[in-house]
């Protein structure tokens, strides 16, 4: 439940601002908070899938009683993210025209875009830190942290949206810097929750100095989760140029419906962090059947929420999209594009946990591959072909993530029962 809150909180900020921006502002003002928060969610969850290696590391060395191994990699994930956050914020700061470029942005947005990415792009080593902190605590086991720190930085969010864009008029502008003071309160409370957890995270100098062997085990996990978590974006941003070509509406359209996505997907994001902690402490601890036992729960549970999701949605598509905005076209071209992408949220629950699972056994690389496979062979080209042959209506571009799920699923499928059949579990013991 903690992750669940928490993911549901991080995807607030992105809805308070488009909601806000959206009761003040125009449809180009929509369309440039959208563009410039999916830009930014693709490198906050690249960033999160790479502190993943931190997660799954510590949580394996608590299940193993070894605290040794735990300060060693909370001291070296503070060196390399430091560095990372000071190398991503100052090269998309100088790749910022490109980027908007890229996005095929339409005119009347591109000022706007700019604007947004420009401040969150400053604010990046706070919404570094936020995210690190929190894998630190996860992988200690402690999920309600993370919360009280992320709810925290949301209400301050929330106010200074409607301060920023509804008082003093910033637009753009004050979404983002709505967004980098809240995400700075939520560090602040983070750092202070570390000192009051001295107790339990103790950390020496020594701690901090480079070691190969925690870096390599770091990264081991961490990276391909941060590939996986980035292709899924990156297809998320392919669509968007998709839409964008297509026109303002619909370009506002699909940014309204991924925000919505987003927020459905908490149940399915917390169960792949939840199966990604769980089962590690318990690889760590030799526990191999209960590793098993909280995936396939965990994928109960997140496919029942997405049914329900998915069945209601068909009925009332137009009520979620009207929340954002009060254009009617957008509102009918966004509930085609809901009715058709929400089944994705039945689907994604299943092969989100077996890429949590992988994760916690140390083969993130194949949560990385069936990704890529699914993304390349199905959801780009998929939605692509849907908006060339049908450009009066969204609806079939939403089934492309859907059919990019079942192809992930049969690949997992297939790697788990052929890890269970030649006994690789046994070999995972720590």
């Given amino acids: 439940m903690p992750y669940m809150l928490s993911y549901l909180l991080q995807i607030l900020y992105g809805l308070a601002d488009l909601f806000v921006i959206g009761q003040y502002d125009n449809v180009a003002s929509i369309t440039s908070v959208s563009n410039g928060a999916q830009v930014m969610y693709m490198f906050t969850v690249v960033i999160i899938g790479l502190a993943m290696g931190t997660t799954v590391n510590i949580a394996r060395a608590v299940g193993a009683n070894d605290p040794e191994r735990i300060s060693r990699t909370i001291g070296n994930t503070a060196i390399v993210f430091v560095l990372l956050s000071l190398l991503l914020s100052v090269t998309l700061l100088f790749f910022k025209y490109g980027i908007v470029h890229l996005l095929g942005t339409p005119v009347a947005a591109v000022e706007g875009t700019l604007d947004y990415l420009t401040i969150c792009f400053l604010g990046i080593p706070f919404i570094v830190a936020y995210n690190v902190i929190a894998s630190i605590f996860r992988g200690l086991g402690d999920s309600k942290s993370p919360m009280y720190f992320i709810g925290v930085a949301c209400v301050i969010n929330i106010g200074l949206d409607y301060l920023f864009i509804g008082y003093f008029d910033m637009g753009p502008s004050g979404a983002a810097l709505a967004t980098v003071i809240s995400q700075m309160a939520s560090v602040i409370t983070a750092l202070v929750a570390i000192l009051q957890h001295s107790s339990v995270i103790k950390v020496s100098r020594s701690d901090f100095k480079p070691k190969c062997a925690t870096l390599h085990n770091i990264f081991k996990i961490g990276i391909p989760v941060a590939m996986q978590d980035g ?96 254009d009617v076209h957008v509102i009918k071209l966004g509930s085609e594009y809901l009715q058709g992408y929400v089944w994705d949220c039945v689907l994604a629950g299943i092969h989100f946990c077996f890429s949590g699972f992988f994760t916690a056994c140390g083969l993130s690389i194949i949560s990385f591959g069936h990704n890529f496979l699914s993304i390349i062979v199905a959801r780009i080209p998929l939605s692509w072909l849907a908006s060339e042959m049908y450009p009066d209506t969204l609806y079939p571009m939403g089934f492309a993530a859907t059919i990019g799920s079942i192809f992930s699923i049969i690949i997992c499928i297939v790697v788990y029962r052929w890890m269970l059949a030649h006994g690789k579990f046994v070999e995972l013991e720590y």
């Fill in 231 to 326: 292709f899924i974006q990156v297809a998320f941003i392919a669509i968007t140029v998709i839409a964008n070509n297509r026109g303002l509406d619909d370009a506002a359209a699909v940014g309204i419906v991924e925000k919505i996505i987003g927020l459905l997907f908490v149940v399915t994001s917390a169960m792949l962090s939840t199966v990604s902690a769980v089962s590690a402490q318990n690889i760590g601890a030799g526990k191999i059947f209960r590793a098993r036992a909280t995936m396939l729960y965990a994928m109960a549970i997140s496919a029942s929420f997405g049914a329900v999701c998915a069945i209601t949605l068909q009925f009332v598509p137009e009520v979620a999209v009207s929340f954002f905005t009060n």
